[in-house]
């Protein structure tokens, strides 16, 4: 929504520890489906300047700052109808008190080590309305690819029958090969039994003899 340094300038002006969870409130209704909201709401003043700094993403600072003293008019409203009722905000039942009277809105399950706070409470709430959303979501986009998924098994199978019918010629003309190259060898070993078998001629060998003649060569003595 702003750019850093816009959103920078406006986090500094906008940053107040008392504010912080009444910004969370904005946040959860803005993006309920946040993965930091049920860390802001163990303890939303630690969290405050990041609440805002996210805040900042999904709303404006003019709303943040309207939803801020729209929660300050409805906290002196609430004051002032406890004054006039006579109950005064010490005389008001705490949360623990309510969560054993069972007065609170909704179940909640307590434990003597530990007691959930409202915001956790709320932050649960937000996060299972977000599963179920993206559950549907999830549901939705399922029946849709459904059709195509079936189309797409379809084919495969056409196409694996096609695959095995090309195998199977294949493995028939290979055996027809193989039979009819049985048949060729056999047909050459019988022609090979019928022919004669030739002998060859024996030659007979002529020694060559040289004549000795009475002839003596003369050598000449040199002194």
Known sequence: MYGFKEKTKYFNELRNPAAAEVDLRLLRTSAPAHPKLKMFARNPQRY?????YTLLDFKPKDAIRINRRESEKAKEA????????????????????QLLSGNLEGKVETSVQEEKNPFEIDAEIYE?????????QKEQEAEKCAPQAAEQVEVLEQENQELKEELEAEQDART???ERAELAEQAL????????????PKSKSTKSTRKLTGKTSKTKMSK
């Open 48 to 52: 405050a300047d990041d609440i805002l």
């Open 176 to 178: 027809e090969a193989e």
């Open 128 to 136: 299972k309305q977000a599963e179920t959303e993206l559950r549907k």
């Open 189 to 200: 070993e019988e022609e090979k039994k019928k022919e004669p078998i030739k002998v060859a």
């Open 78 to 97: 609430s004051g002032a109808e406890l004054q006039s009722g006579g109950d005064t905000p010490e005389d008001a039942p705490t949360v623990s008190q």
